[in-house]
T-cell receptor, first 117, second 111 residues
Framework: GAVVSQHPSWVICKSGTSVKIECRSLDFQATTMFWYRQFPKQSLMLMATSNEGSKATYEQGVEKDKFLINHASLTLSTLTVTSAHPEDSSFYIC?????????????FGPGTRLLVL | ELKVEQNPLFLSMQEGKNYTIYCNYSTTSDRLYWYRQDPGKSLESLFVLLSNGAVKQEGRLMASLDTKARLSTLHITAAVHDLSATYFCPNSGGSNYKLTFGKGTLLTVNP
């Protein structure tokens, strides 16, 4: 199947700093990517939908000024957590939609664990 | 608003047994997915079901979709320990392809 990578896989930062997470589709073009957050023992919560070349669409309750999303190309989307605080500590996962096949599968990246001290 | 309910949320079963996980969703959906998540890992795609009556099988897992009943099932045959994981059945409708997740089913297969 298609491959989606995320970088970094782990990040520990001090409160107040900003953290950038990259999501790449390695062998297909992803016009749409999605960003999720998952707290321990909970399901995935969609944060935003990222479309190449346009502004991201955020879910209700997600602060767009805090979670900056940029989808600069068909293979790269970035999520920047600005002025991170301990409550932002979570598992951040991106997914990319491979619309080039009839299966319409969405592939998930390996996730990024963020710990804010 | 699209909602997904999975049943059961927790499932402990013995190796060699069969069981079914049920996934009900609230409104008409174009696409139903099954994913597996191992502890500490991301999601692995298992099945994509795109039409009423669709049935797909891979190894000991078989997924089906009944769009009229708004129900998908994941049937496990002769479970083995390696199937222990959390299973999700998100679905999406419309042109935005957003996935709506339920709470997941934590499956534990005991020797």
């Amino acid at each position: 199947g298609a491959v989606v990578s995320q970088h970094p896989s782990w990040v520990i930062c001090k409160s107040g700093t900003s953290v950038k997470i990259e999501c790449r589709s390695l062998d297909f073009q992803a016009t749409t990517m999605f960003w999720y957050r998952q707290f321990p023992k909970q399901s995935l919560m969609l944060m935003a939908t990222s479309n190449e070349g346009s502004k991201a669409t955020y879910e209700q309750g997600v602060e767009k000024d805090k979670f900056l999303i940029n989808h600069a190309s068909l293979t790269l989307s970035t999520l920047t957590v600005t002025s991170a605080h301990p409550e932002d500590s979570s598992f951040y996962i991106c997914s990319a939609r491979d619309g080039g096949t009839t299966q319409e599968t969405q592939y998930f990246g390996p996730g990024t664990r963020l710990l804010v001290l | 608003e699209l909602k997904v309910e999975q049943n059961p949320l927790f499932l402990s079963m013995q190796e060699g047994k069969n069981y079914t996980i049920y996934c009900n969703y609230s409104t008409t959906s174009d696409r139903l997915y099954w994913y597996r998540q191992d502890p500490g890992k991301s999601l692995e795609s298992l099945f994509v079901l795109l039409s009423n009556g669709a049935v797909k099988q891979e190894g000991r897992l078989m997924a089906s979709l009944d769009t009229k009943a708004r129900l998908s099932t994941l049937h496990i045959t002769a479970a083995v320990h390696d199937l222990s994981a959390t299973y999700f059945c998100p679905n999406s409708g419309g042109s935005n392809y957003k996935l709506t997740f339920g709470k997941g089913t934590l499956l534990t297969v005991n020797p």
